[in-house]
T-cell receptor, first 112, second 115 residues
Framework: SQQGEEDPQALSIQEGENATMNCSYK?????LQWYRQNSGRGLVHLILIRSNEREKHSGRLRVTLDTSKKSSSLLITASRAADTASYFC????????????FGKGTHLIIQP | NAGVMQNPRHLVRRRGQEARLRCSPMKGHSHVYWYRQLPEEGLKFMVY????????ESGMPKERFSAEFPKEGPSILRIQQVVRGDSAAYFC?????????????FGQGTRLTVV
């Protein structure tokens, strides 16, 4: 089964509102990353949060990590139409293994 | 510094033919990862390679699929005797030396269609 599971699967909000997406995972991790994928394009790395960090900011993005609950959230503030995309969380397992494991993603639609 | 380059962007193959997907990592990156994305799904890890070595191929189907990352040239994902179920987007990512999940940079993907 997928290591990362995003929730919700789809989200539609008005431009200017905040968008929150959640990700849950099953095993211990070294870090968790969020990626964006515009339709038909490759993935773009948004932010990485390490297992010993609880919160991280980058521009309009805010990521939290709760290792006790094995969950993370991505908050996009003051959303714009250009934020319309699919958002994936990806985890790197603990134990020194490499290779990212992705969830199925949250499809975010920003209504103008 | 050019990003991760994948080619071709689109590939159409008839059932039974071979598909070769190429990935040139970013300059200075020695780690290459291949992922497959089925329609409406997230990416699934296939294989992790370093130069001339396969480090982890736990996500690769046991038959028909192979990957290499030679000393010189791009990484190649090869699918022999393709079937309709192989139709998907295949993404390559690269990262610099180091462990612990350094940020990976993705290519634009190759969309394989088997007809």
């Amino acid at each position: 089964s997928q290591q990362g599971e995003e929730d919700p699967q789809a989200l539609s909000i008005q431009e200017g509102e905040n968008a929150t997406m959640n990700c849950s995972y099953k095993t211990s991790i070294n870090n968790l990353q969020w990626y964006r994928q515009n339709s038909g394009r490759g993935l773009v790395h948004l932010i990485l949060i390490r297992s010993n960090e609880r919160e991280k900011h980058s521009g309009r993005l805010r990521v939290t990590l709760d290792t006790s609950k094995k969950s993370s959230s991505l908050l996009i503030t003051a959303s714009r139409a250009a934020d319309t995309a699919s958002y994936f969380c990806a985890t790197t397992p603990g134990g020194g293994a490499d290779g990212l494991t992705f969830g199925k993603g949250t499809h975010l639609i920003i209504q103008p | 510094n050019a990003g991760v380059m994948q080619n071709p962007r689109h590939l159409v193959r008839r059932r039974g033919q071979e598909a070769r997907l190429r990935c040139s990592p970013m300059k200075g990156h020695s780690h290459v990862y291949w992922y497959r994305q089925l329609p409406e799904e997230g990416l699934k890890f296939m294989v992790y390679l370093q130069k001339e070595n396969i480090i982890d191929e736990s996500g690769m189907p046991k038959e028909r699929f192979s990957a290499e990352f030679p000393k010189e040239g791009p990484s190649i994902l090869r699918i022999q005797q393709v079937v309709r179920g192989d139709s998907a987007a295949y993404f390559c990512a690269s990262s610099p030396p180091g462990r612990g999940g350094t940020e990976a940079f993705f290519g634009q993907g190759t969309r394989l269609t088997v007809v």
